[in-house]
């Protein structure tokens, strides 16, 4: 009581002391000092725990400790002492582990909230207070050992986008820790039907990445009302590195989210499976609230001329990635998760109100720890920013971006129709003039001699000097995912129709060049019901039906068999522009809505030497004339064998002419490279 009591008249001190800075603190200029060291934040050891927080503005900063995430009155408060470079430090003698705390800043005449550190690790329920935690105590058994699952090269990457959710959450997953971390971590899980589901499904599936919709601390789901139907995509950042609470088991234990973490990191990896994190640096659930802003006004973020937030993230504000700042604490942020919890990859949502010497220094960093390490994002802005034009990572400015990709929209809109419009119709349900945008997604937005880049539907230039820099993919958890783009879109087409359909979006995007990515639960038509902005929607909506695996069992078997192609042909998966010059010829077709290519020459080393890939958007079959030769089909709209289709009419080599069959791929290899 006597500490309580020694502090509270300090702050009355210090209180006065801020009334009279506050005409100073205004007229400051913007520019604060730069802190170069790497010890911010709260750092943990049995003998004592060292605090550094960077607040240039306040005249006065204290640190609450609590026995508990929520409730109760503070167990100890100690005043910070200011220091180098804008930075307050304390050293807490002793063992102070799992206590969490908060820090309230004297900025002017005003005590801020009683908010955490930005930096940090480990958070309470709600992620209202820090938690001091000994890391090494919430590694599993075994976790020194893990290692990342080889890869060669980002063409060989396939990702699969899900939610943590989602995954497990539906009665027929077979899962028992339904809506949590730990389902990743379930081997043997089946549904009622006996079909795999879960880390086994993706293993037999064979994608190489699982892209987790954001995993960091959110401010959109009540952790202390999880009895409740609750659900949101989590792009409402609140803690940027610690785990969030509703996807664990016990989110009132700050430990137990981030061993959670851990497990399915640990888990996907065992299983031969990378895992990449959906990152949303970009902007924060509420700025005025945010431990960015209450630690520190007004230097975080991007302002308006009238002082106003900036909204190019259309979420209400902007983080500024350009200030020093910001820009380390990105750096540092992204860096943490590789290092402590073997993340493999990050997607940047809404990358381009990031500016392109933050993402590379990004990616520098991350070099450091493993080059394999992939990073991608969003080439564009949800709105105006005051960044500059050619500072921002958007697509266009991609070339100046270092080792990062950016989602082909190009591809996407000219597979199934516009984002804009869940009822136009792209190539996958006959519309005409999509050609070009198609071959555009065939070469990976790189520059290729056959491509009229005029008539590509959003880029009128090629904007990737290599196919790595392109995300080639049809549906993600934006806007209506693939089945019911499909129905809204094919509206007179029979069932069967449809189901080519499906088929021949995705038959696009696993032959294309650059990174294969597709929306989980494509492979067993997965469906919203017509909802296409699902982010807030019940389970009964965004859930991934596990049940249709069997019902579907002929889809699941082709995208399979899609996936398997695309990982034994090296082919398809081609790491250079050049290379796709001097391989990769593209057809003359005899009807609109119809693309074909020749992949020629053991391309990429692949044991196939001629390749035919033919995509027909027609209801109707339509003749081809082939280059000279004997070929054999390996692949049409209904199956897959690379060994060459055994079924009667097809077990044959063919030459001249082919039929291309309704709404399908057809692939045809040259005769020779068959033959055992």
Request: hydrophobic content about 35%; aromatic content about 10%; glycine content about 8%.
């Given at each position: 009581?006597?500490?309580?009591?020694?502090?509270?008249?300090?702050?009355?001190?210090?209180?006065?002391?801020?009334?009279?800075?506050?005409?100073?603190?205004?007229?400051?200029?913007?520019?604060?000092?730069?802190?170069?060291?790497?010890?911010?934040?709260?750092?943990?050891?049995?003998?004592?725990?060292?605090?550094?927080?960077?607040?240039?503005?306040?005249?006065?900063?204290?640190?609450?400790?609590?026995?508990?995430?929520?409730?109760?009155?503070?167990?100890?408060?100690?005043?910070?002492?200011?220091?180098?470079?804008?930075?307050?430090?304390?050293?807490?003698?002793?063992?102070?582990?799992?206590?969490?705390?908060?820090?309230?800043?004297?900025?002017?005449?005003?005590?801020?909230?009683?908010?955490?550190?930005?930096?940090?690790?480990?958070?309470?329920?709600?992620?209202?207070?820090?938690?001091?935690?000994?890391?090494?105590?919430?590694?599993?058994?075994?976790?020194?050992?893990?290692?990342?699952?080889?890869?060669?090269?980002?063409?060989?990457?396939?990702?699969?986008?899900?939610?943590?959710?989602?995954?497990?959450?539906?009665?027929?997953?077979?899962?028992?820790?339904?809506?949590?971390?730990?389902?990743?971590?379930?081997?043997?899980?089946?549904?009622?039907?006996?079909?795999?589901?879960?880390?086994?499904?993706?293993?037999?599936?064979?994608?190489?990445?699982?892209?987790?919709?954001?995993?960091?601390?959110?401010?959109?789901?009540?952790?202390?009302?999880?009895?409740?139907?609750?659900?949101?995509?989590?792009?409402?950042?609140?803690?940027?590195?610690?785990?969030?609470?509703?996807?664990?088991?016990?989110?009132?234990?700050?430990?137990?989210?981030?061993?959670?973490?851990?497990?399915?990191?640990?888990?996907?990896?065992?299983?031969?499976?990378?895992?990449?994190?959906?990152?949303?640096?970009?902007?924060?659930?509420?700025?005025?609230?945010?431990?960015?802003?209450?630690?520190?006004?007004?230097?975080?973020?991007?302002?308006?001329?009238?002082?106003?937030?900036?909204?190019?993230?259309?979420?209400?504000?902007?983080?500024?990635?350009?200030?020093?700042?910001?820009?380390?604490?990105?750096?540092?942020?992204?860096?943490?998760?590789?290092?402590?919890?073997?993340?493999?990859?990050?997607?940047?949502?809404?990358?381009?109100?990031?500016?392109?010497?933050?993402?590379?220094?990004?990616?520098?960093?991350?070099?450091?720890?493993?080059?394999?390490?992939?990073?991608?994002?969003?080439?564009?802005?949800?709105?105006?920013?005051?960044?500059?034009?050619?500072?921002?990572?958007?697509?266009?400015?991609?070339?100046?971006?270092?080792?990062?990709?950016?989602?082909?929209?190009?591809?996407?809109?000219?597979?199934?129709?516009?984002?804009?419009?869940?009822?136009?119709?792209?190539?996958?349900?006959?519309?005409?003039?999509?050609?070009?945008?198609?071959?555009?997604?065939?070469?990976?937005?790189?520059?290729?001699?056959?491509?009229?880049?005029?008539?590509?539907?959003?880029?009128?230039?090629?904007?990737?000097?290599?196919?790595?820099?392109?995300?080639?993919?049809?549906?993600?958890?934006?806007?209506?995912?693939?089945?019911?783009?499909?129905?809204?879109?094919?509206?007179?087409?029979?069932?069967?129709?449809?189901?080519?359909?499906?088929?021949?979006?995705?038959?696009?995007?696993?032959?294309?060049?650059?990174?294969?990515?597709?929306?989980?639960?494509?492979?067993?038509?997965?469906?919203?019901?017509g909802v296409d902005n699902s982010y807030q929607s019940p389970d009964s909506i965004n859930w991934i039906d596990w049940s249709n695996k069997t019902k579907y069992a002929g889809i699941y078997d082709y995208y399979r068999s899609l996936i398997h192609l695309r990982k034994n042909h090296p082919a398809f998966?081609?790491?250079?522009?050049?290379?796709?010059?001097?391989?990769?010829?593209?057809?003359?077709?005899?009807?609109?809505?119809?693309?074909?290519?020749?992949?020629?020459?053991?391309?990429?080393?692949?044991?196939?030497?001629?390749?035919?890939?033919?995509?027909?958007?027609?209801?109707?079959?339509?003749?081809?004339?082939?280059?000279?030769?004997?070929?054999?089909?390996?692949?049409?709209?209904?199956?897959?064998?690379?060994?060459?289709?055994?079924?009667?009419?097809?077990?044959?080599?063919?030459?001249?002419?082919?039929?291309?069959?309704?709404?399908?791929?057809?692939?045809?290899?040259?005769?020779?490279?068959?033959?055992?």
């Open positions: 009581m006597k500490n309580l009591r020694s502090a509270a008249k300090s702050l009355i001190v210090l209180f006065l002391i801020g009334l009279c800075l506050l005409p100073t603190l205004k007229a400051q200029d913007t520019t604060y000092p730069v802190y170069t060291g790497n010890d911010l934040g709260v750092i943990f050891t049995p003998k004592e725990t060292k605090v550094r927080i960077w607040a240039p503005t306040a005249a006065a900063m204290v640190m609450k400790l609590y026995d508990e995430g929520m409730g109760g009155a503070p167990i100890h408060i100690d005043s910070l002492k200011k220091d180098v470079a804008g930075t307050w430090v304390l050293t807490l003698p002793g063992d102070w582990k799992n206590k969490y705390y908060t820090f309230q800043a004297l900025n002017g005449a005003r005590w801020s909230n009683e908010v955490p550190d930005i930096y940090a690790k480990a958070v309470g329920v709600n992620g209202n207070r820090g938690m001091i935690v000994s890391l090494p105590e919430t590694n599993p058994a075994g976790w020194n050992s893990d290692k990342r699952p080889p890869l060669k090269s980002a063409a060989d990457i396939i990702i699969w986008e899900i939610h943590t959710r989602d995954f497990s959450v539906n009665p027929s997953s077979g899962m028992q820790h339904k809506g949590k971390f730990l389902a990743f971590t379930e081997r043997g899980t089946h549904t009622p039907q006996g079909a795999k589901t879960g880390i086994d499904h993706l293993a037999d599936l064979g994608i190489t990445h699982i892209h987790l919709l954001p995993a960091f601390d959110f401010a959109s789901i009540d952790e202390t009302r999880l009895d409740e139907n609750q659900y949101n995509w989590g792009y409402s950042p609140q803690n940027f590195n610690a785990p969030e609470g509703s996807y664990s088991t016990n989110p009132y234990d700050g430990n137990v989210r981030i061993k959670e973490f851990k497990e399915m990191v640990q888990a996907l990896h065992k299983s031969g499976i990378r895992i990449i994190m959906d990152v949303v640096y970009n902007h924060v659930a509420s700025a005025p609230e945010s431990n960015f802003e209450q630690l520190v006004p007004g230097y975080f973020f991007r302002k308006n001329p009238d002082g106003t937030y900036s909204n190019g993230s259309g979420c209400g504000n902007e983080t500024a990635s350009e200030k020093p700042m910001m820009r380390k604490f990105m750096i540092a942020s992204v860096a943490y998760w590789a290092r402590e919890y073997h993340v493999d990859g990050f997607r940047f949502d809404l990358m381009g109100l990031h500016d392109i010497e933050t993402m590379n220094d990004i990616r520098a960093e991350l070099n450091k720890i493993d080059p394999s390490i992939f990073i991608y994002g969003e080439g564009w802005t949800a709105g105006n920013t005051p960044l500059p034009p050619d500072e921002r990572a958007v697509k266009a400015n991609v070339s100046k971006l270092n080792g990062i990709a950016v989602f082909s929209d190009d591809l996407r809109d000219g597979i199934r129709g516009s984002w804009s419009s869940a009822t136009d119709p792209g190539f996958m349900c006959g519309k005409e003039g999509t050609e070009e945008s198609i071959k555009f997604g065939v070469v990976a937005s790189t520059r290729h001699p056959q491509v009229d880049y005029s008539k590509v539907n959003y880029s009128k230039e090629p904007y990737s000097t290599s196919p790595l820099s392109t995300i080639s993919y049809v549906s993600c958890h934006d806007n209506p995912c693939l089945w019911d783009k499909v129905n809204l879109t094919c509206t007179n087409d029979p069932l069967a129709l449809k189901l080519l359909a499906d088929k021949l979006a995705n038959a696009i995007v696993l032959t294309s060049q650059g990174v294969s990515f597709m929306q989980a639960g494509e492979e067993i038509l997965r469906t919203k019901h998966r081609m790491p250079t522009q050049e290379m796709i010059v001097k391989h990769l010829q593209f057809l003359p077709m005899p009807k609109p809505v119809t693309v074909g290519y020749h992949i020629s020459d053991h391309a990429n080393g692949d044991t196939w030497k001629d390749i035919l890939v033919y995509f027909n958007g027609n209801d109707q079959d339509v003749p081809v004339t082939l280059p000279a030769g004997d070929w054999r089909i390996v692949a049409n709209g209904n199956e897959i064998d690379e060994n060459g289709l055994r079924i009667k009419g097809f077990d044959k080599p063919v030459h001249g002419n082919a039929i291309l069959p309704a709404k399908s791929m057809l692939m045809l290899v040259d005769a020779k490279s068959l033959r055992k």
